[in-house]
Each structure stands twice: as structure tokens, then as C-alpha cells.
């Protein structure tokens, strides 16, 4: 499934730094996990939480062991994937950090199928979440992560692949001072308009169509201070359908009109052109970081980040175009 390796032998410590703010490092963690995961692909579909132990590599010698739950997650990757992404509960796992301390779960995107080509999915993702980080901090902070795997139910094989852990919606609310809304039934006209505009034109940037603000399809949404008369704040995740990560199975809505996601599709909201502009003007200021980001990521190939590239220059060269809010914004607005 991935390629095997051996695990790591240290010495083992109860906690690490009560202070380490695990999304504020770039560096990969390293986890080794193990579980029976031929039970887990068999049951996958009930719902339920199997044990498993964690253990977390802080260096070379030292590494934190805990016993963990975790449980599928995703309607369609749990259908779709031979390895679906799953829930990490950390509820009773005793790992003593402030900032953990009260999370009970977390989201892991994991490697979807045995190919190099899906591990090259994962860490495309991941980019998506890192642009987004740029141009707001209304966004979910994402850690990637060396995973191993021990299979308990395969003679204790070995496996290994990327992954990535997303900052918990509990985490990212209390970091920019706002309240998580469980509301479903929410417009974009009630979202904070440069707020809305910048979704909706990121979204178009990494060529996404797979979001709705009503249900919460893919976007959570806050409510920072005064959103009772300035709107809720969305924040979107879930980018395996957009056109920057392109994989094998995402295809775009039937009523669309479009052909593939590599075709972006606006769906934001109708704007006059000044509004439309100020979002515009403040990813292009944003353009040299980003294609950076792309560029000085050591895990994906120089063919990989070439075909990123030219992906966001061809936004970049169409936003700058004289017809771009008429024709590309205007025309399919909601």
C-alpha cells in the first residue's frame, strides 16, 4: 500500500512542552500508529471508534506513546478510498499540552489509495490550506505529518505515507477571539462581505466549486465579536475537488456547465466592480508569497510544482485581464 519502513526505537517521555503550539511549526510531525487497519477498511462504514496506539517522534531518541481512538470519517472518501481519513480522539489520551486540553478530536487527511500518485494528492491539499493561511487569518491551520503505520491485522506490517492533521474548529475559534456557529440554514448574504468575496475569489483561484454556505457544505462559519449586525465569517476546507489538487475522481457539478474542475467557475456573490476589485488587489498583493510557497515546498517534484504554477499564474493572468470581473466574476454570480 505504501512504501514499508522500520519504526523508530527511543526513549520514551510522558509529555512534551505544555507550550508547543503543534500548527505553528512547518516541519513534519512524525507519528507512528498502530492498529489492526484491516479491521478498520472492513468497518469503516459503521461509525465506530477502534483503539490504537500513538506514538509521537520528537526527535531522533525520544518520542511520546499514548493510546488513542480513531474512527473513519468523510461520506465519500469512505466509500471511495482503500485507506478512508479519519477522526483522531484524543478525549482520555492523557497528552498533556495547554493547547490540546480540551479537544477531544481531530481530523487527519490521509493517503486515499495505494499510489504515489495519491500521495502527491495529500500534500497538494495541504498546499490549498497554506494558501488560504496566507490571505486570511480566518483560516485552518494544518500540520503535515510522516506517518507509519503498524498493521496489527497483517503481522504487524509497516507501512508509510503523508498525511495532515487540521487545526480543530474549538482551536481556531478561540485563536481569532469568535464562537463556532452549528447553523445550517445561512446565505451569503448574511456572511461579512470582504469576508464572503475572499472565499468566493480563493475559491475560484484553486479552481473549487465543491462549497456551499448553505449546510455548511465544506465552509465552517464564526461568528467573531459584533456578528450579529456585521455577519458570520466563513472558513473553507476540504480541497480534494478543486483544480489546484486535480484528482482522478473529482468531477465538477452537473449543472455548472463545465467540463472539468481545472475550469474555474465563480460562485460568489454579485458585487459592484470596486468590491470585486479590493479582493482582487489583495490576493494579487499576496501573489509572490504564494507562488513561493509552491516553489520552496521540498516534498513534491519540480514537474509537480511547475504544473501548480502555471495553474495560479493562469488565475493571476485572468484577473488582471480588462474583462475579468465582467466575464468570469459577473457572469455566473449569485
Not at 525520544?62 to 485507506?83: D, M, P, Q, V
Not at 475572499?198 to 465544506?218: C, E, K, P, T, W
Amino acid at each position: 500500500m505504501w512504501a514499508q519502513d522500520t519504526v523508530d526505537e527511543g526513549d520514551i517521555v510522558d509529555t512534551i512542552d505544555t507550550q508547543l503550539d503543534l500548527f505553528e511549526v512547518e516541519e513534519p510531525m512524525i507519528i507512528t500508529l498502530t492498529f489492526d487497519i484491516k479491521k478498520y477498511q472492513k468497518t469503516k462504514f459503521k461509525g465506530e471508534y477502534m483503539p490504537a496506539a500513538l506514538s509521537y517522534h520528537i526527535n531522533d531518541s525520544l518520542r511520546i506513546e499514548k493510546t488513542i481512538r480513531l474512527k473513519a470519517r468523510g461520506e465519500f472518501r469512505r466509500e471511495y478510498c482503500s485507506f478512508a481519513p479519519f477522526w483522531l480522539n484524543i478525549r482520555k489520551s492523557d497528552i498533556k499540552n495547554q493547547h490540546l486540553q480540551d479537544i477531544k478530536r481531530m481530523k487527519v487527511v490521509t493517503q486515499c489509495q495505494n499510489s504515489s500518485t495519491y500521495g502527491e494528492y495529500v500534500l497538494k491539499e495541504y498546499l490549498v490550506y497554506r494558501i488560504y493561511n496566507i490571505l486570511s487569518s480566518y483560516s485552518f491551520s494544518t500540520r503535515l505529518v510522516r506517518m507509519k503505520y503498524i498493521d496489527t491485522g497483517r503481522k504487524n506490517k509497516v507501512t508509510e505515507s503523508w498525511a495532515f492533521i487540521i487545526e480543530p474548529e474549538e482551536l481556531l475559534a478561540e485563536r481569532v477571539n469568535a464562537t463556532a456557529i452549528s447553523r445550517d440554514a445561512l446565505s451569503m448574504k448574511m456572511m461579512e462581505p470582504k469576508a464572503m468575496d475572499l472565499v468566493s475569489l480563493f475559491q475560484y483561484m484553486v479552481g473549487n466549486a465543491d462549497y456551499a454556505i448553505n449546510a455548511r457544505h465544506n465552509v465552517k462559519i464564526l461568528g467573531l465579536p459584533g456578528f450579529g449586525t456585521n455577519g458570520y465569517t466563513p472558513v473553507p476546507y476540504d480541497f480534494d475537488y478543486s483544480g489546484f489538487v486535480n484528482t482522478v475522481y473529482a468531477i465538477p457539478g452537473e449543472n455548472l456547465g463545465i467540463k472539468s474542475v481545472t475550469d474555474r467557475y465563480f460562485l460568489g456573490p454579485c458585487r459592484e466592480d470596486l468590491e470585486y476589485q479590493q479582493t482582487i488587489d489583495h490576493i494579487e498583493n499576496h501573489k509572490e508569497e504564494i507562488l513561493n510557497l509552491i516553489t520552496s515546498f521540498p516534498y513534491l517534484e519540480e514537474r509537480r510544482k511547475k504544473d501548480m504554477i502555471r495553474f495560479i499564474e493562469g488565475y493571476f493572468e485572468l484577473s488582471m485581464s480588462s474583462g475579468f470581473i465582467r466575464g468570469q466574476l459577473r457572469s455566473t454570480c449569485r
